[in-house]
């Protein structure tokens, strides 16, 4: 398996399990993603994007990275030109650093689009900020997550989805039907083992791993 980390314009907070993620990994930047490079200690083989909005100092001190460069108008984004560029390296697993928060809103929506998109096409797919993370529910399969008791998590709907189980979790669900637009999969709290399987629709879990949970 061959694994890369994708450094988005997100938010960061660097964590000890965040470390463990990325450890041995392959890095690629989209473009001011590349101010996470010196907090998670990582040098990108590759940085991508129009750089339109990097400021010059981190121009300066990066300058020995192998640069791929890309019009301003464009009919992609640079977090979606580094998928793409790992993907052709040959990724079968990418962790989006820096896929949550930042100045553009659209920009983090879409990042949850492509996770899903990623996922259908079989390749591994984990969205992380350090304090949050994303993960697709892939149909068909039982997820088994391992998380601390009264952690907060919702699952987000991109769809109707049916048959939703939702084990080990302060409001447990059985094979349930959820229309596309409920709340009902929002805000619920681990309460044992988390597990999670997903007849059909499209879905990702959101955990707030550094939230202060009330539970």
Known sequence: MSRFTLLLGGDLTRTPALDAEIAGTRVIAADSGIRHASELGVTPELWVGDFDSVPSGLSRAYEHVPRRVYPSEKDKTDGELAIAAA???????LTLVGAFGGERADHMFLHLTQALQLCEQGIAVRLTSGAQEGLPLAPGRRHVFTYPQG???????????SGLTVEGAKWPLDGVEVAFGSSLTLSNAVDGQLAVTLESGRALLVAHLLNDWEY
Do not use: N, W
């Open 87 to 93: 993907i052709d390296a040959g990724a079968t697993g």
């Open 151 to 161: 952690m907060l998590f919702s699952i987000l709907a991109f769809s109707e989805l």
